[in-house]
């Protein structure tokens, strides 16, 4: 099981780990920036983490 972590401070709601994200774990939130939602579905393959330019994302096993 993985903890996934936004820091929306930084987050510019650019959509790429929603692109990415294999199994869907994120969508794009009312306040225009990333939510993973479905954060229980992750699988720690950290494709969010490097495809985020900002740097926003934290994927940590549990």
């Known amino acids: 099981m993985f903890l996934v972590n936004v ?3 930084c987050c510019t709601g650019c959509g790429e780990c929603v692109n990415i994200c294999p199994v869907g774990v994120y969508q794009m939130g ?33």
């Open 7 to 9: 820091n929306f401070d």
């Open 30 to 62: 009312e306040n225009g920036k990333t939510d993973p939602y479905q954060a229980g579905e992750c699988v720690g393959c950290m494709s969010c983490v490097e495809v985020c330019p900002d740097k926003c994302i934290e994927v940590r096993e549990m």
